[in-house]
């Protein structure tokens, strides 16, 4: 569609997606509108593998024009984890100016209406979606996820969860009709009545602060959920990953523009070396909405500090596997090492402790120790990353020299079952790319119940498992309801042949609030979930506020304001 579109044709071209989306949130049903194959783009206006390529070199070393007001100068200085220097400069600004020049669209913003805003919303992802290997070349050059990775979690798994979150906007927006006619009978005088109207009013400049590892698949449901609530959105990148939230706010802003709306509604604030801008914007009484996805630290920081805005965070968490019995041992192994070494375990839903008695469990294969389970875990990753290929396809490359430092120190935190090893890229020499470290640790209950805390209960984000030895499947459920209470989790598996312990798991994880994945032995991971029918950590423990996506991520970004008048 060219410039200049009226919304009513932005409403018809895209409401049967929206329609969908809310069929989707509805029934939990497997949905999306974005192809994750790499050969389904190239048609229709879509750039194709090469094009995205071409496009994606194009950027490199050069300045990526926004046309923002309060532009002072530029900034940048991303180095691609594969070694190579990503090199785009982005606009610096001045907050003075920038912040009110957003808050002046909103007023036009707020009154288009739930479905006006949903329609550009839609757009705005389209375009991106036609970008896509642009966007896959962006994303792996700063996070380091390997180019099938970087492809489908970075361009359409991310366009779902911000489509899933357009959707949940809307919803909540029209839960409430926008007018009503309210009489109130008064016997034989004339009745009470007035005309009422419901305004789904924005709270304000909504913030965005973006992590490194998935700048998109983290980035895009706040930022898509404030916008669809009627907020601007201010956009501030991991400074080590810029480039595809930049792009991002490229799109939004021509898409906002070409449907007659204040492009100013969304903007970028790349930070200089070392100025920590976004503390400095946390409490700005402009900024209403918070969404981070970082360090606990900070996400901390952010609730108690930035008490004039609503805070949405994900951070750290200690994610926990207990192996109790399977009837698919080799199914097991296999679904454990592919999770243990996607994207270098670089992921908040990646397992780190997995629970195992000491006195071994049963299998199809036979009764296995405690030590065979871990011997045959690490012999899975050794094999399935054996191919060094095979292994740079999987494993990407580490995002960050912090990373690598908590690899190379895990061997001094107990028995090493797995050794990390170095694995060469031919196509990029200067990434580092490592296998994962498996350790083995002594899970008895005086241990985790006592005043030093094992290693095993703090999150070693990266390639670091620990294989924690208990004395019981029951100790293992304990040990689980404390890990998730006092740490938190994004994930939880379990492998079991028991009813009872699958119960008794299962009552551990709706207690202390995390998502559960039982048994799985084929192509569904721990650490992967769906948009439109999977939740995405739960809100309800130490490792998240909220929930990616549901009602109450959507439903406090805007007040319904009534206004009456005399009927």
Known sequence: MTAGFTTAQLIEKHRPTLDQALDAIRTRAYWSPHPEHPKAYGEGGSLSAADGQAAFEALRGKRLELDQP????????????????????????????????????????RDAGPEARAAVCVEILSRISARTHEFAHAVMHTSGQAFMMAFQAGGPHAQDRG?????????EQTRTPQTADWSKPQGKRDPLELRKAFIAAPRGISLLIGCNTFPTWNGYPGLFASLATGNAVLVKPHPRAVLPLALTVQV???ALRDAGFDPNLVALVAERPGEGIAKTLAVRPEIRIIDYTGSTAFGDWLEANARQAQVFTEKAGVNTVVIDST????????????????????????????????DGITTDAGPKS?????????????GLLGDDARANALLGAIVNPQVGERLDAAPGLG????????????????????????????GARKRWEGTEEPAYLAECFGPVSFAVAVDSTADAADLLR??????????VGAYTTSAEVERLLEEACLEESAQLSLNLTGGVYV????????????????SANSTLCDGAFVATRFRMVEVRRQG
């Open 252 to 254: 939004a802003r021509e």
């Open 70 to 109: 309060g532009t002072v100068g530029w900034t940048g200085g991303e180095v691609s984890p594969y070694g190579i220097d990503v090199g785009v400069e982005y606009p610096h600004a001045d907050l003075d100016v920038l912040l009110p020049a957003m808050r002046a669209g909103m007023a036009a913003w």
């Open 527 to 542: 650490n992967q979930t769906a948009a439109f029918s999977d939740f995405h950590g739960t809100g309800g423990n130490p």
């Open 163 to 171: 489509l899933e979150a357009v959707a949940y906007a809307f919803a």
């Open 327 to 358: 009837d698919d041992y080799k199914g097991m192994l296999g679904n454990l090492a592919f999770s243990l070494s996607l994207y270098s375990g670089q992921m908040c839903t990646t397992p780190q402790n997995l629970l195992i008695p000491r």
């Open 370 to 382: 405690y030590d065979e389970v871990v011997a045959d875990l690490a012999a899975a990753v050794g």
């Open 482 to 491: 404390h890990t998730i209470r006092e740490k938190g989790a994004m994930t």
């Open 415 to 442: 028995e090493v079952a797995l050794a990390s090893r170095t694995v060469a890229n031919p196509d990029f020499p200067g990434a580092t790319v490592r296998t994962p470290v498996i350790v083995k640790q002594d």
